[in-house]
């Protein structure tokens, strides 16, 4: 911090929030200094609201931006095009992968046994991805849709995700996560719809929906 | 569609799953129809939880990838390294700005008349930002957090928001968002915690939280 804007004017109001946010300070500085575990988290992004991926997204960036190697895996969402698969395309860095393993929603598919199939290679996939020690954060897209009825066996992959490698940080997105998961997390936000342009009648646009 | 799947094995578990979904779609489709307005949303993300920020950024990462220009800039939030930074810093893009406004939290600066300043000339640059022509999607990082407490007024920047050019997505961001923002946007998700590690003694991390 410099001098260099002055005391400023002088105002009681002002100076009781200063005040308070150098006691406030305080507190935070305490509180953080206990904070001090350093391992790799396994974070849930669930609800019914929008930004799920979204966020799992922003932090791969944010990842990425430090140099960690990241690998980003979808479930269930296929080949169409999106902004963020182009995105990730143009990227074009050694630092991050984006594959689909998806078919489309089941309500597309309208074939149990080839979402089954489907979900199975995924998660053939995500375990090489979760177990292979070059990669430091592994982001599984929509797993919680293939878990939540048992597309994917759901026993299966929760004994797999509670003895995961904990040098690196796993992400899972989609709603309806199972509470076990939810439980075994070590970072769980709920992301929950106030207001959704659809039902006001919006189209799905570029750029935020796709 | 293909058929290299083959038909799969027999299983009446399926087939009702199959005609279930078959009788989804075609409620969907009927309700996608109906979704036909186009236009610039008023975005916010708010609530306790994390990823409101790595959402909004996920959301530029994806307009980016369809060649709109996306500008964000960050209220509250200063100079200090992050993984988002240095990404976009590499990154490089002409469809994409990233400009800090703040000076930190309001405990760090624990100077009322200098945050009222940084909001203020955060504020201007954000004017500038939304009525720029060329610009199809601005991200205002934390501006809710200046709103909550009239750091920057909230009426001045809610009557400049109601009659914003409605040709570009807007996202605001921050928890605290204040009842007539919510009520003016066109898309709102709440960001609520679940479970976070700093409550189990976890540090910040890379690639998490900054």
């Known amino acids: 911090m410099t001098d260099t804007a002055g ?3 002088v105002d009681p109001d002002h100076d009781r929030h200063n005040a308070r946010m150098k006691r406030l300070k305080v507190a935070r500085d305490r509180l953080q200094a206990r904070r001090t575990i350093e ?4 974070i849930v992004h669930t609800g019914n609201g929008k ?3 979204s966020a799992a997204f922003g932090m791969a960036m944010r990842a990425v931006g430090w140099g960690m190697r990241v690998a980003i895996l ?3 969402k296929g080949t169409w095009e999106t902004g963020e698969r182009q995105f990730f395309a143009a990227l074009d860095s050694d630092l991050l992968s984006f594959e689909s393993m998806g078919e489309g929603f089941t309500w597309d598919t309208q074939d149990r046994a080839r979402d089954i199939a489907a979900a199975r290679r995924g998660w053939e996939r995500a375990q090489q991805l979760v177990l292979d020690p070059a990669i430091d ?3 599984l897209d929509e797993l919680n849709i293939v878990l939540a009825d048992d597309t994917l066996p759901f026993a299966e992959a929760l004994e797999f995700l509670a003895a995961r490698p904990l040098a690196k940080h796993l992400c ?3 709603r309806g996560a199972r509470a076990e998961l939810v439980q075994l997390a070590d970072l ?3 992301f929950n719809e106030v207001k959704h ?3 006001a009648g919006f189209a799905a646009q570029k750029g935020v929906e796709y």
């Open 197 to 199: 342009p659809f039902a």
């Open 7 to 9: 005391p400023g004017p």
């Open 137 to 139: 954060f592994v982001i």
């Open 188 to 190: 769980v936000t709920e």
């Open 74 to 76: 979808q479930f269930v």
């Open 172 to 174: 899972v997105t989609g």
């Open 51 to 53: 930004g799920k991926s």
């Open 39 to 42: 391992r790799g988290l396994l």
